[in-house]
């Protein structure tokens, strides 16, 4: 049996910042503990909320961290690198803690969805790619959470395989979509990994090929007889939804169903009401419509809002890139070493020092109201978020099941607040640093003030 695919990649994708900064901490014998968080500094406009995602492959990256004999030799061929340092190299495992909010969250700015805590090379080295599997998966999540939203209840399908930025971004953005609410996708390789429903029709190029519809439509039902959902927009949709009509008693009297049809071009909405109506009228209430082609959460908001009868949506490109917002504003940074906390004060990059901890309280309707970011041990009224999953290197718990992890996304986005619901210019909800964290910054920027 073929092993699964490795999503959690070669400790060598990485910056080489990250090994330069490892031989300085190595020549200069700095192997004390060290703090890093990650977390989003702010949202993009038009946002009002994320969603976390991908802390599995992250855990599965750290417990796997290594380098390989040739990943060594490799590195000893570049000459930056002396070769005492690089017998450390060999040793190095992750056995560290880890905390994070689990995946389906809810979280907004400033709160840290991730903390490292080990010896400082090892918090170091794995920066880059943390970045890389949290910001992606959650970036995706994010963007899906909007869609179901604004399409609840219909079946939602991943179709960006694609379109994606690679088989890696592809597959991650099908695991992404399915926590935040998706019914499934197109991709079947992700139904292979993650156990993800699968969905498919079939392309233009299936009816081109034959010499009338009529016959492609025909083919295809006794090829997939359990899933017949036709294409009908190849040529003229309308005229395709009558001739699914003349076929469906055809292919009854064989025992076989008309599942759906599918529109992925032209007005979607005009074409869905045309095409309901020519169903309705030959009998075919059960056949639902499903479209695809070029949408988004805004497009899904506006043909349910001007009642389009549509039953499902294929959602690809827009989501696979989150092409209104390609990428979250967000950082792993130092913020405790040595047991000493420590803070960037870059202008517009400044951080909040020490490990910390994100407390949520609810309303009484049950919806979220507010949070508090304050330092670990600082109890707050409210719900702590960040959660313990690895101790010394290893995991606390097993795998969660997907559907737990989708269960939990639900329960998260039931909780937003009706404001936060909407794709107008969302409110910006409440977000408190605690005294005691304001306390802890002004002391750091004491410390470091008397140390110049």
């Avoid at 696979?320 to 906390?341: I, N, Q, R, V």
């Amino acid at each position: 049996m073929k092993p699964p695919i490795n999503l959690t990649g070669s400790v060598l994708l990485t910056d080489l910042y990250q090994l330069t900064m490892l031989q300085g901490y190595h020549d200069s014998g700095m192997e004390d503990i060290a703090v890093f968080e990650f977390f989003v500094r702010k949202l993009r406009p038009g946002r009002g909320f994320l969603m976390a995602a991908g802390l599995e492959q992250s855990l599965q990256f750290l417990q796997g961290l290594h380098f390989a004999s040739e990943e060594l030799a490799w590195l000893a061929s570049t000459g930056r690198f002396n070769n005492h340092f690089l017998a450390q190299l060999e040793a190095l495992r992750f056995t560290g803690d880890v905390h994070a909010m689990p995946e389906g969250t809810v979280f907004f700015p400033d709160e840290p969805i991730l903390r490292v805590t080990a010896p400082i090379a090892q918090a170091q080295l794995v920066e880059t790619r943390l970045i890389n599997l949290l910001h992606f998966q959650s970036l995706i999540a994010s963007k899906a959470a909007r869609m179901v939203l604004m399409a609840p209840d219909k079946l939602l399908v991943d179709f960006g395989l694609r379109r994606a930025h690679g088989a890696e971004a592809g597959l991650l953005a099908a695991r992404a979509s399915y926590i935040a609410g998706f019914t499934g996708t197109a991709t079947v390789q992700a139904g292979m990994e993650f156990g993800i429903p699968l969905f498919g029709t079939m392309a233009h190029s299936f009816v081109q090929a034959h010499d009338n519809e009529m016959q492609a439509f025909e083919h295809f039902a006794h090829a997939q007889p359990d899933n017949v959902v036709l294409l009908i927009d190849t040529y003229d949709t309308e005229a395709a939804a009558r001739k699914v009509v003349a076929l469906a008693p055809r292919l009854k009297r064989e025992g076989i169903r008309i599942k759906g049809v599918r529109i992925d071009s032209g007005n979607l909405t005009d074409h869905a009401r045309q095409v309901r109506q020519i169903l309705d009228m030959g009998g075919l209430q059960h056949v639902t419509i499903f479209a695809s082609g070029d949408l988004d959460e805004h497009v899904l908001r506006d043909m349910l809002g001007s009642g389009a009868p549509v039953d499902g949506f294929g959602i690809g490109t827009r989501m696979d890139t989150s092409s209104d917002m390609p990428y979250l504003d967000c950082a792993y940074k130092l913020e405790e070493y040595a047991g000493k906390a420590r803070r960037k004060r870059s202008e517009g990059k400044q951080t909040w020092p020490g490990r910390k901890q994100v407390y949520r309280s609810h309303a009484a309707d049950g919806r979220i109201a507010a949070d508090v970011v304050t330092i670990e041990g600082d109890a707050q009224p409210g719900e702590p978020l960040l959660m313990q999953v690895m101790r010394g290197g290893q995991r606390l718990a097993a795998t969660a099941p997907l559907s737990d992890i989708r269960n939990h996304a639900a329960e998260n986005l039931a909780r937003l607040p009706e404001p936060l619901r909407q794709l107008q210019e969302p409110y910006v909800y409440r977000v408190e640093i605690s005294r005691a964290l304001h306390e802890l910054a002004a002391q750091v920027d004491r410390d470091s003030a008397s140390d110049k």
